[in-house]
C-alpha cells in the first residue's frame, strides 16, 4: 500500500519568510515523489518532482529515503505563492502507476 | 487548453439520477485517472485505465462506473448508488513514465445533488 501525509492543513508566513510544508510517505519499493499546486481558480499542476532534482519558482524539494520525507521549501515566501499545495507519490516502475495524495496544505502568504 | 478537457464545469443531479461526467484528452497518453476532491481530504482515487478497454478499482470506487472504449477518452458514471455525490471530480492523464512524463489534469468538474 502506498501513503502520503501531509500533517499540517494550513500553513500561514509572512511575505520573506522561509516556507516548509511537510510530506511524509509510506511505500515498500522505489517511489515516485511529487509536489502539486493549485492557485485560486486554477487547475491542478505540477510543480517539480523528486527525480528532475530541479526548482520551480523558488521551491526545491528533496527525497530523503531514511526519513520516507519529501518536503517543500522555500527561502523567501512571495504573496503569490498562495495556493493548495498537494504532495503525491506513485509507485515505479509500471506505465499508468497509480498517484496518491496526501490531504494537501494550504499556505497563504500574508504581506 | 491543456491537452486535456472535462464537461460539463458545472452539474446538478436530483435524487436517484445517474450522471456522466465526461473527460477527453489529445495528448497521447496511455493511462486516465478519476479523482474526487473533497476539502480537507485531498485528491481520492476513484477508478483508473492504464490501456484501452481496461481499468481498475481506485480507493473509493462504490457507487461508480467508468468505460475506456477509446484512448482519448474516460467517462465517468456516478450511479444512483453513490451516497454522497457532490464533490469536485477531476480527471487526469500520464504518458510513458520512463519519457518522464507527469499526470495532467483537467480543470475539474463540480457535481451538486438537489
Known amino acids: 500500500a502506498q501513503r502520503v501525509t501531509q500533517p499540517e492543513k494550513l500553513l500561514s508566513v509572512f511575505k520573506g519568510a522561509p516556507v516548509e510544508l511537510k510530506c511524509n510517505y509510506s511505500?515498500?519499493?522505489?517511489?515516485?515523489l511529487f509536489w502539486y499546486v493549485q492557485y485560486s481558480r486554477q487547475r491542478l499542476q505540477l510543480l517539480l518532482r523528486?527525480?528532475s532534482r530541479e526548482s520551480i519558482k523558488g521551491f526545491t524539494a528533496d527525497l530523503n529515503k531514511g526519513e520516507t520525507s519529501f518536503h517543500l521549501k522555500k527561502p523567501f515566501a512571495q504573496e503569490e505563492d498562495s495556493a493548495m499545495y498537494y504532495c503525491?507519490?506513485?509507485?515505479?516502475?509500471?506505465?499508468?502507476?497509480?498517484?496518491?495524495f496526501g490531504e494537501g496544505t494550504q499556505l497563504t502568504v500574508n504581506p | 487548453d491543456g491537452g486535456i478537457t472535462q464537461s460539463p464545469k458545472y452539474l446538478f443531479r436530483k435524487e436517484g439520477q445517474n450522471v456522466t461526467l465526461s473527460c477527453e484528452q489529445n495528448?497521447?497518453?496511455?493511462?486516465m485517472y478519476w479523482y474526487r476532491q473533497d476539502p480537507g481530504q485531498g485528491l481520492r482515487l476513484i477508478y483508473y485505465?492504464?490501456?484501452?478497454?481496461?481499468?481498475q478499482k481506485g480507493d473509493i470506487a462504490e457507487g461508480y462506473s467508468v468505460s475506456r472504449e477509446k484512448k482519448e477518452s474516460f467517462p465517468l458514471t456516478v450511479t444512483s448508488a453513490q451516497k454522497n455525490p457532490t464533490a469536485f471530480y477531476l480527471c487526469a492523464s500520464r504518458g510513458a513514465p520512463q519519457a518522464n512524463y507527469g499526470y495532467t489534469f483537467g480543470s475539474g468538474t463540480r457535481l451538486t445533488v438537489v
Open positions: 511505500y515498500s519499493g522505489s517511489p515516485e
Open positions: 485505465s492504464q490501456i484501452v478497454n481496461d481499468f
Open positions: 523528486h527525480i
Open positions: 503525491a507519490l506513485s509507485g515505479r516502475p509500471t506505465s499508468g502507476s497509480r498517484l496518491t
Open positions: 495528448l497521447n497518453h496511455d493511462a
